[in-house]
C-alpha cells in the first residue's frame, strides 16, 4: 500500500507548494507520553508538618513546597567564565534562550568580557549544576518558614512543608505527593510553590529583560485561577511588606506560549482543585547551567520573598474558613494541562 503521507493530509496540499503563514480548515488532536521505567537509584520526596494550635482545623493544611532536584552534571566540564560571559551575551535566559552561535560583534563583547575575568582568575573547570537559583533558593525559604513558624505562636491550621523531588523530570515528585498524599488530598486548603526566588537583581533577564533590575518585581503564576479569595490574601499580605512586591501575572495568562502554569509543582495539587500559586523571580543567565552557583544570588531579596510567603501562609493557616473555591473541582486530575 500507499505509505502514510501526514503533511500532504492535514493542509490539504504539499508542503511544498504552500507558502510560509498559510492555514487549512483541517483540525487535529491528541496527545504524547512516554514510556516510564524504574531508575537505579530512588528520588524521594521530603515531608513535615508543623501542627495546628486550633483543635477545629488542625485537621486542615496550607501547603508549601519547593524541589531539591536539579539537572545533574556535564560529562565534560565548561570553564564557569568563559560559560557566562557567553551566555551573558547571547543567551541571557540562559536554557531558555536559543542556543545559537555568537555573532562577530557578539564575540568582540564576549571577548572584552572574559579578559576583564582573566585579569582576576584564572579558568575555573567546573561539571556540576548546583542549582543554587533553581531551586536551592525555594528549599531553604521553606526551611526558614519552617524554622520561624515552630518558635512562634502556632496557626490555627497545620502547615505542609514538602520538598518535592523530580520537578526538572516533569513534576515527577509533585505529582506522585498529589496522588499519594500524606494528608487526605481534600484537607490541603492552599498550596504555595517558590521556585527560583533568589534572582531578578539587574543583571538577571526576567521577562525578557522588562523586569531586570526592579526590586518589585515578582512572577506569580495561578493565584487567582481557582480561588480568587486565596490571591487576594496573598496580595494583602504583600501589600503589608515594607517593600512590597508587584504581582506580574504576565505569565499566568491563559495560552502564553512558555506554559509556565503547566510547568511549576503547584499544578500538581491545582489538577486536584486546590488553589494554588507559584512564586519566582524571574530568569537569568545561569538557568539550567554550570554557573547557577550561591554567588549570585540576592540574598536580601531572597529574604522579602520568604517573609512575604510567612506572612501570606500565616494569613490563610488563620483564616476562619478556608479559601473559596470559585470553579468545579477537575473531574480528572490527570487530564492534560492547559495553560
Known amino acids: 500500500g500507499q505509505p502514510h503521507r501526514p503533511a500532504p493530509t492535514l493542509h490539504g496540499a ?5 507558502a510560509p503563514g498559510t492555514t487549512t480548515a483541517n ?10 521505567g524504574p531508575v537505579r537509584w530512588q528520588a524521594r520526596n521530603v515531608v513535615g508538618i508543623l501542627r495546628g494550635g486550633d483543635p477545629a482545623l488542625r485537621n486542615q493544611y496550607l501547603s508549601l513546597s519547593a524541589h531539591h532536584d536539579h539537572v545533574g552534571f556535564d560529562h565534560s566540564p ?38 576583564s575575568l582573566r585579569q582576576v582568575r584564572r579558568p575555573r573547570l567546573d561539571s556540576i549544576r548546583n542549582g543554587a537559583d533553581d531551586d536551592g533558593s525555594g528549599t531553604v525559604a521553606i526551611l526558614e518558614i519552617a524554622e520561624a513558624l515552630s518558635r512562634s505562636e502556632r496557626p490555627r491550621r497545620s502547615i505542609l512543608f514538602v ?9 515527577l515528585g509533585s505529582r506522585w505527593y498529589a496522588d499519594h498524599p500524606t494528608v487526605p488530598i481534600d484537607s490541603i486548603v492552599g498550596e504555595i510553590d517558590q521556585d527560583m526566588i533568589g534572582r531578578g ?21 495561578g493565584a487567582k485561577r481557582i480561588s480568587r479569595e486565596f490571591g487576594e490574601m496573598l496580595e494583602a499580605a504583600n501589600a503589608r511588606q515594607p517593600v512590597p512586591f508587584v504581582f506580574d501575572y504576565t505569565y499566568d495568562q491563559p495560552g502564553h506560549p512558555l506554559q ?31 554557573t547557577d552557583e550561591a554567588q549570585y544570588i540576592s540574598y536580601p531579596d531572597l529574604a522579602r520573598v520568604v517573609l512575604m510567603v510567612h506572612d501570606g501562609a500565616l494569613a490563610i493557616a488563620n483564616a476562619p474558613e478556608r479559601p473559596k473555591r470559585d470553579v468545579p473541582k477537575p473531574a480528572d486530575p490527570n487530564a492534560p494541562c492547559r495553560q
Open 78 to 115: 565548561v570553564d564557569h567564565d568563559s560559560l557566562r560571559a557567553f551566555n551573558r551575551v547571547v543567551r541571557p535566559m540562559g536554557a531558555d534562550s536559543p542556543m545559537r552561535p555568537a555573532t562577530d560583534d557578539e564575540g568582540v563583547r564576549i571577548r572584552a568580557i572574559l579578559d
Open 163 to 171: 520538598s518535592h523531588t523530580g520537578e526538572e523530570a516533569g513534576l
Open 14 to 18: 504539499e508542503p511544498a507548494t504552500l
Open 201 to 221: 537583581t539587574a543583571s538577571d533577564f526576567p521577562r525578557g529583560g522588562t523586569g531586570a533590575g526592579s526590586a518589585t518585581y515578582l512572577e506569580v503564576i
Open 260 to 290: 509556565y502554569y503547566c510547568r511549576a509543582d503547584h499544578y500538581s495539587y491545582a489538577r486536584y482543585g486546590i488553589p494554588s500559586v507559584a512564586f519566582s523571580r524571574g530568569e537569568h543567565l545561569d538557568y539550567h547551567q554550570v
Open 27 to 36: 483540525q487535529v488532536s491528541g496527545q504524547f507520553d512516554f514510556t516510564r
